[in-house]
């Protein structure tokens, strides 16, 4: 006899790939908790086994051994108790799939193996993985179970199948990567399989950072006409519980949690945080260490940092030279003293005379110029990095996107770094996440209330300092300006012609365009970043080096 409820338990987690043992412990507390909740099946997202994505780790034949063991190890546990449905990488014959499984009665009662495999930006899944075939729908508790691996779900094909062969409710399992220009596109095409199958959708989605990418959790149930009848939490670990009653006709969840969703400059500060906060965790470093200049971006850097790891794993460091203003040390210090972190100053003047004293034989009969100014920024960055050799902390690189797209760093210099917070965000979003954080302060923030950035750090020009009354506007276009063009550049493609034909001076395009593309060096000794918006400048852009086009 069908019972007359399910509980199904949507267990959005914060894997780490790799880490096959703390990632099956995870599963293992959430379906305690399930159990506990009187939970029929626990529902946990892509590949949660090994992490997402696990990218070319995943071909190691020892590591897919590993995951076999664990998972068949877990499967065992179930011969009472709540199900699991889970993701890992799994080998079947001679390929290898990005599976669903399904762990009922002590044994893997079904595997689901996804179809649509993801080969753009950041993913490449059709090196890794075999493609399976149309998903059939899988019995459990009486119900049929149509089971979609994350892409699947992104067009109708497998969905519509799956109804025509009479299953009763879509199962999402996701790892799905935050993208402030996304928007609601994944509730959309959620909405759309509702709609089009007329059947409820578990949406399971999983949280953290991994390397560039950052996941952003926010699960999420359906009903049959596509409203929403429970939400998770964004950014955050949860567990969400839901009744389904299953008389005749659609099932229908009972209304659960409908949590809200942080949008706009509170998704993007949230985005920053959690990526910082577990690409230092997972990689185990006990802090970070920053340069603190006075500008804007350096304070916005120390203030996610202070909010995402607490003001006693951040070490900012203040180094003067014979060009920094008192505004900006000032600045520095206000800063420090309300974020509570510890700050040093370490003046880089007798090291600036030391390699000019050491340079002064080559360089004789040369004026002075770029050169010199590019030696204070790495004075700079080989203090911080001897900091971090000598006491641990990893170096936070204060560099935004503005900046790495046209070149305006430095090698070896600003440039340096483990971790790039900014590289994703404009310079003018800089300049509004940096305003947004002074006004709210995240759920999640370790650091303080109130103003975190001082008000005199918004009013300054941006400026280097690597010389007299030196201003960004000195050799970049004014930020609105270059930001607009840039934008069209890279997360449109569009050529000079189409963004002249917006209004933009022709000059200025080409010039921007050429910068652009002369700068693509630099950007591949840059450190990783938290991706923000589609075209990231290292997962979503490869563009080669020796590139000899150029657009008239």
Same mark, same amino acid.
């Given at each position: 006899?069908?019972?007359?409820?399910?509980?199904?338990?949507?267990?959005? /987690?914060?894997?780490?790939?790799?880490?096959?043992?703390?990632?099956?412990?995870?599963?293992?507390?959430?379906?305690?908790?399930?159990?506990?909740?009187?939970?029929?099946?626990?529902?946990?997202?892509?590949?949660?086994?090994?992490?997402?994505?696990? =990218?070319?780790?995943?071909?190691?034949?020892?590591?897919?051994?590993?995951?076999?063991?664990?998972?068949?190890?877990?499967?065992?546990?179930?011969?009472?108790?709540?199900?699991?449905?889970?993701?890992?990488?799994?080998? =079947?014959?001679?390929?290898?799939?990005?599976?669903?499984? $399904?762990?009922?009665?002590?044994?893997? #009662?079904?595997?689901?193996?996804?179809?649509?495999?993801?080969?753009?930006?950041?993913?490449?899944?059709?090196?890794?993985?075999?493609?399976?075939?149309?998903?059939?729908?899988?019995?459990?508790?009486?119900?049929?179970?149509?089971?979609?691996?994350?892409?699947?779900?992104?067009?109708?094909?497998?969905?519509?199948? /799956?109804?025509?062969?009479?299953?009763?409710? !879509? !199962?999402?399992?996701?790892?799905?990567?935050?993208?402030?220009?996304?928007?609601?596109?994944?509730?959309?095409?959620?909405?759309? +399989?509702?709609?089009?199958?007329?059947?409820?959708?578990?949406?399971?989605?999983?949280?953290?950072?991994?390397?560039?990418?950052?996941?952003?959790?926010?699960?999420?149930?359906?009903?049959?006409?596509?409203?929403?009848?429970?939400?998770?939490?964004?950014?955050?670990?949860?567990?969400?519980?839901?009744?389904?009653?299953?008389?005749?006709?659609?099932?229908?969840?009972?209304?659960?949690?409908?949590?809200?969703?942080?949008?706009?400059?509170?998704?993007?500060?949230?985005?920053?945080?959690?990526?910082?906060?577990?690409?230092?965790?997972?990689?185990?470093?006990?802090?970070?260490?920053?340069?603190?200049?006075?500008?804007?971006?350096?304070?916005?850097?120390?203030?996610?940092?202070?909010?995402?790891?607490?003001?006693?794993?951040?070490?900012?460091?203040?180094?003067?030279?014979?060009?920094?203003?008192?505004?900006?040390?000032?600045?520095?210090?206000?800063?420090?003293?309300?974020?509570?972190?510890?700050?040093?100053?370490?003046?880089?003047?007798?090291?600036?005379?030391?390699?000019?004293?050491?340079? #002064?034989?080559?360089?004789?009969?040369?004026?002075?110029?770029?050169?010199? =100014?590019?030696?204070?920024?790495?004075?700079?960055?080989?203090?911080?990095?001897?900091?971090?050799? #000598?006491?641990?902390?990893?170096?936070?690189?204060?560099?935004?996107?503005?900046?790495?797209?046209?070149?305006?760093?430095?090698?070896?210099?600003?440039?340096?770094?483990?971790?790039?917070?900014?590289?994703?965000?404009?310079?003018?979003?800089?300049?509004?996440?940096?305003?947004?954080?002074?006004?709210?302060?995240?759920?999640?923030?370790?650091?303080?209330?109130?103003?975190?950035?001082? =008000?005199?750090?918004?009013?300054?020009?941006?400026?280097?300092? $690597?010389?007299?009354?030196? #201003?960004?506007?000195?050799?970049?276009?004014?930020?609105?300006?270059?930001?607009?063009? !840039?934008?069209?550049?890279?997360?449109?493609?569009?050529?000079?012609?189409?963004?002249?034909?917006?209004?933009?001076?022709?000059?200025?395009? +080409?010039?921007?365009?050429?910068?652009?593309?002369?700068?693509?060096?630099?950007?591949?000794?840059?450190?990783?970043?938290?991706?923000?918006?589609? +075209?990231? /400048?290292?997962?979503?852009?490869?563009?080669?080096?020796?590139?000899?086009?150029?657009?008239?």
């Amino acid at each position: 006899m069908m019972p007359e409820k399910l509980s199904l338990a949507l267990a959005q /987690l914060n894997p780490t790939v790799g880490d096959i043992v703390g990632n099956i412990a995870k599963l293992r507390a959430a379906r305690r908790k399930a159990a506990e909740a009187g939970a029929h099946l626990v529902i946990a997202s892509e590949l949660c086994v090994s992490g997402y994505p696990p =990218e070319d780790l995943v071909l190691k034949p020892s590591f897919q051994h590993a995951v076999r063991a664990a998972v068949e190890a877990l499967a065992k546990e179930t011969a009472e108790g709540p199900a699991l449905l889970l993701g890992a990488p799994w080998k =079947e014959g001679d390929y290898l799939y990005n599976a669903a499984l $399904l762990l009922s009665e002590g044994r893997i #009662k079904a595997k689901i193996f996804k179809r649509d495999l993801p080969n753009y930006g950041p993913f490449d899944e059709k090196r890794l993985f075999a493609p399976g075939p149309l998903p059939e729908p899988v019995e459990f508790r009486g119900v049929k179970l149509g089971i979609l691996v994350c892409e699947d779900m992104w067009t109708p094909d497998a969905a519509v199948h /799956l109804k025509k062969q009479g299953a009763q409710i !879509l !199962l999402v399992p996701n790892g799905s990567p935050y993208e402030s220009d996304k928007g609601g596109e994944r509730q959309k095409l959620a909405r759309a +399989r509702a709609k089009e199958t007329g059947l409820p959708l578990v949406y399971v989605n999983q949280i953290g950072g991994q390397d560039e990418l950052v996941f952003d959790g926010a699960s999420f149930v359906l009903d049959a006409q596509g409203h929403y009848s429970a939400q998770a939490k964004a950014w955050e670990e949860d567990f969400l519980l839901t009744r389904w009653d299953l008389s005749p006709g659609p099932l229908k969840p009972e209304k659960s949690t409908i949590q809200s969703i942080p949008e706009n400059e509170a998704a993007i500060y949230n985005a920053l945080m959690l990526g910082l906060r577990d690409y230092v965790g997972k990689n185990g470093f006990p802090g970070v260490v920053l340069g603190l200049s006075g500008g804007i971006d350096s304070a916005l850097v120390a203030a996610i940092a202070t909010d995402a790891l607490g003001a006693d794993k951040v070490w900012a460091v203040m180094m003067p030279s014979p060009y920094t203003s008192r505004e900006s040390i000032e600045d520095a210090e206000q800063q420090a003293k309300i974020l509570h972190c510890r700050l040093d100053t370490i003046p880089i003047g007798q090291a600036m005379e030391t390699f000019a004293h050491i340079l #002064k034989t080559p360089f004789q009969n040369r004026a002075a110029d770029t050169t010199e =100014e590019n030696i204070q920024s790495r004075c700079r960055g080989l203090i911080l990095m001897a900091l971090s050799n #000598k006491f641990g902390p990893m170096v936070l690189s204060t560099g935004n996107k503005s900046e790495m797209s046209v070149g305006y760093t430095t090698l070896y210099g600003d440039l340096c770094g483990g971790f790039a917070v900014l590289k994703d965000l404009y310079k003018t979003q800089v300049y509004k996440i940096a305003r947004w954080r002074n006004a709210q302060r995240p759920a999640s923030a370790l650091g303080p209330n109130g103003t975190v950035i001082p =008000e005199r750090v918004f009013a300054k020009p941006p400026s280097a300092e $690597l010389r007299p009354d030196q #201003k960004d506007q000195d050799s970049l276009p004014p930020y609105e300006t270059l930001d607009a063009i !840039l934008e069209c550049l890279i997360e449109k493609d569009q050529s000079v012609q189409d963004i002249c034909a917006l209004g933009h001076d022709a000059a200025i395009a +080409r010039r921007v365009w050429t910068m652009l593309d002369n700068a693509e060096y630099k950007r591949r000794q840059a450190p990783p970043g938290v991706k923000i918006t589609r +075209r990231h /400048l290292g997962v979503d852009r490869r563009y080669p080096i020796v590139n000899k086009y150029r657009e008239l």
